[in-house]
């Protein structure tokens, strides 16, 4: 028993000894990371005299609030703007270790997704009695706060009063008919009750308003998702109503590669794959060619068991639009079978 217990201490020691170490590493990358770049005293061309300004904020950020989990976040994001990724993903990776994954992802979706502005911000979602009043007192002095009007929704959401969330929603809407937070919390309620005459208006709304935002990317999910399900005969139905924006949506944004994909990814998931040839060989007969059609292209090559031909529809996707994860994700599955092969 002595033995055991001996060795039980020697086993949380050498734990705290190695956690220790680690923190103390982090530190010293993150000093390292801090100091004025010798770069600085250059002449850069003017796009990299202000990624280094950005940088620079970032450092002083991070120096005046250390112990800020969004400051870190923000210093790995500017690393990235001034392509040095490897140190962003320390800087990441050191930040997720120091401060936990609660905190870590609250402060990436505060700065990375909704760009600092977030009704939470850092906080926990409280819908007690005393934070709803403290949110009541706060939206009388100043109608026009769309957080604390938003976290209000939330709550009476929450508490089973959704009459209560879209009144308020609809109310701040009126005020400020592009707050990104109040469209997108009523487009989610609306198309969750199923209703397409509010839903598909506010999220296209949404993407028009914000484009290239984490709320942009959200509004051609869910019109996407309702334009995949089966149309019914009701000229109010969801799916139809989604797939005529999506129709819509396509020409004015010939050079967005999400409106093209996501039409055809609509018409592939009605199951009409003949559709989606037709789009896509119309797609690609133009020029220029519309974004996201080599994307479709890939797509229609992997389901026709053409994997070169996918890997060069892919490459060019992706290079084309850096965002599109899909054709990185296949990019990266299409080579790994490759190499797996070889050996």
Known sequence: ????????????????????????????????????????R????????????ALHKARAGLRASFLDPAAHIRLAEALYES????????????????????????????????????FLGLADFDPSPANESDLKSRLQRDPKDAAAREYLAHIAAAQG????????????????????????????????????????????????????TFYARSAWEELGRMAQRPPAASDDDPSRLAMAALLELRQPRADDPRAFST?????????????????????????????????????LALNDRAPDQALRRFAAAWAQDPADLYSAAKLAQLHFKQRAERE
Do not use: C
């Open 42 to 53: 250059l002449r850069l061309p003017s796009r990299k005299t202000h990624v280094s300004a």
């Open 161 to 212: 009063r959704p009459g209560e969330a879209i009144s308020l929603l609809d109310q701040g809407l009126a005020a400020r008919p592009a707050e990104p937070g109040l469209l997108y919390y009523r487009a989610v309620i609306a198309t969750g009750d199923g209703d397409g005459r509010t839903a598909v208006p506010l999220w296209v709304r949404l993407l028009s308003k914000h484009p290239g």
């Open 263 to 299: 039409l055809a990814l609509a018409v592939w998931g009605r199951g009409d794959l003949p559709g989606v040839r037709a789009l896509a060989a119309e797609a690609l007969a133009q020029d220029p060619q519309p974004a996201g059609a080599d994307m479709i292209a890939g797509a």
């Open 83 to 118: 392509a040095r990724p490897i140190d962003a993903f320390y800087v990441l990776y050191g930040a997720r270790a120091l401060f936990g994954d609660a905190a870590f992802k609250r402060a990436h979706a505060l700065v990375m997704l909704y760009r600092g502005r977030h």
């Open 1 to 40: 028993m002595r033995n055991a217990a001996r060795r039980q201490r020697w086993m949380i020691f050498t734990a705290a000894l190695i956690i220790a170490a680690a923190l103390v590493f982090y530190a010293l990358l993150a000093y390292d990371w801090l100091q004025p770049s010798r770069l600085s």
